[in-house]
């Protein structure tokens, strides 16, 4: 469904170094389509599901509203989270993936927290997206 290249997060970079790419699978489009999930969902469960997961990565439960996700098509096609504009964002671009699959690549992570907060919200939705498509 999903395939997570190029993440090796390093401590002695202060700026970047966390960088990443998440390769979404055309099983990942189906996935969604069969979840059902819309907008109105996702913006549910930011605010019942990611307080804890703010504060974990060292950010103010007030923070909240700077977790943004926009889906789509692909499912989660936008994330945004505390810092300098920091995101992810989708790349329909065919380099470095095959013919089918879009990249979702972040954009101004300074720091491996915010990474690994970028992180576990996409694979919260993934375990998901997973379920969907496996159950019966």
């Known amino acids: 469904m999903y395939k997570i290249k190029g993440w ?6 202060q700026m970047g170094g966390s960088g990443f790419s ?7 489009k189906e996935a969604v389509i069969k979840s059902g999930l819309t907008q109105e969902n996702i913006n ?4 019942k ?3 804890q997961t703010l504060k974990e990565h060292g950010y103010s ?9 926009s889906w789509g098509e ?6 945004t989270v505390p810092g300098n504009a920091c995101g992810l964002d989708i790349d329909y671009s065919p380099i470095g993936y095959l013919n089918g699959e879009v ?22 939705f993934a375990d998901c997206l997973e379920f969907y498509l496996n159950e019966p």
């Open 61 to 69: 439960e007030s923070r909240i509203g700077d977790i943004r996700i």
């Open 22 to 28: 998440i390769i979404l699978t055309p099983k990942w």
């Open 103 to 124: 990249s979702l690549d972040p954009h101004n992570v300074d720091t491996i927290f915010q990474a690994s907060l970028i992180l576990s919200i996409f694979l919260f």
């Open 44 to 47: 549910t469960s930011i605010s």
């Open 8 to 13: 090796n997060p390093s401590r002695e970079n």
């Open 74 to 79: 692909w499912g989660i096609e936008h994330i």
């Open 49 to 51: 599901r990611f307080v």
